[in-house]
């Protein structure tokens, strides 16, 4: 089993930039594959970013290609999400996931992993 522990959540102000961590513990061969999901008051879970901690290859929602990036630190089992020019539909309760190796648009699926951290808040007021 992976434990994954987020933090850096906060309130910030649109525009603004926020940087949130993963950090991975445990049986840490069985999170190849690491994304952040996130879930706004009302709404279905959505998938963010994914990052293969092998090959580095990474995958995002559409909604924010071009403003964030997914990367990992595979010595101490981390894994960051840099989230650039913040929009108010933003807000949410981000999670971290673990999943095993695959590919393509089966990675942007909720169950597709099998470990999950409990959620850390992110605030983008107007």
């Known amino acids: 089993q992976v434990q994954l522990v987020e933090s850096g959540g906060g309130l910030v102000q649109a525009g603004d930039s926020l940087r949130v961590s993963c950090a991975a513990s445990?049986?840490?061969?069985?999170?190849?594959?690491m994304a952040w999901f996130r879930q706004a008051p009302g709404k279905q879970r959505t998938f963010v970013a994914a990052?293969?901690?092998?090959?580095?290859?990474?995958y995002y929602g559409d909604s924010v290609k071009g403003r964030f990036t997914i990367s990992g630190d595979n010595a101490k089992s981390t894994i960051y999400l840099q989230m650039n020019n913040l929009k108010p539909e933003d807000t949410a309760v981000y999670s971290c996931a673990a999943g095993l190796k695959g590919i393509g648009e089966v990675l942007k699926t909720p169950r597709f992993y099998q470990s999950w951290g409990q959620g850390i808040q992110v605030t983008v007021s107007s």
């Open positions: 990052i293969a901690r092998g090959d580095g290859r990474t």
């Open positions: 445990g049986r840490t061969s069985s999170s190849y594959t």
